[in-house]
């Protein structure tokens, strides 16, 4: 093998180097993630069987339905919003010792939420007589590409995904509170 030597050599690392500020300018956008903590004034069973029936989701405001059956690995439910939109979701796992349910998006849907490869996890722990609950997320913005429009980007997309799950843990705080 022979060494690379004078002016092949030369321009041949003047253009990596050239180059090089346009690979670090594609990497495309970054996963994102979002977890939110709520404490319930409620026993962990209980807490528990709410949050692990995949296919209620009556706690969550903006949901006019869920279709589906099943509340083990495998099962599947699409979620119709009140305006229409709709979102099939499939139980990855699920662990009823560590009260753990985890679940993805079947395929995006960002009229429904603005995020790309969403993927999420609800777990439940006994806190003396009540119970914390956290929900965490993981996804991409809606817009996969550089240059995203403002209501798929980045902002936007944890925005919806911290609004969902504040709103989302505040109507099943409510409900097993005993306030509807």
């Not at 599947?76 to 753990?100: F, H, Q, S, W």
Request: charged share 20%; proline share 4%.
């Amino acid at each position: 093998m022979r060494h690379l030597t004078g002016a092949f050599a030369g321009a041949l690392v003047a253009g990596i180097v050239a180059l090089a500020p346009i690979a670090a300018e594609a990497h495309g956008p970054t996963r994102q993630k979002v977890e939110i903590t709520r404490e319930i004034n409620a026993p962990a069973d209980k807490v528990w069987a709410a949050v692990s029936n995949f296919q209620d989701l009556s706690w969550v405001p903006g949901v006019a339905k869920v279709e589906g059956s099943g509340s083990e690995v495998g099962s599947k439910r699409t979620i119709t919003l009140e305006n229409g939109e709709t979102l099939t979701e499939t139980v990855d796992k699920l662990d009823a010792a560590k009260m753990m349910i985890m679940y993805r998006a079947d395929a995006d849907n960002v009229k429904f939420l603005p995020v790309t490869n969403y993927s999420s996890r609800l777990t439940v722990k006994a806190n003396g007589s009540g119970s914390t609950v956290t929900w965490w997320g993981a996804f991409y913005r809606g817009y996969p590409n550089n240059d995203p429009p403002a209501d798929l980007n980045d902002e936007t997309a944890l925005s919806a995904v911290t609004g969902l799950y504040n709103a989302g843990l505040d109507g099943l705080k409510k409900k097993l509170e005993g306030g509807s």
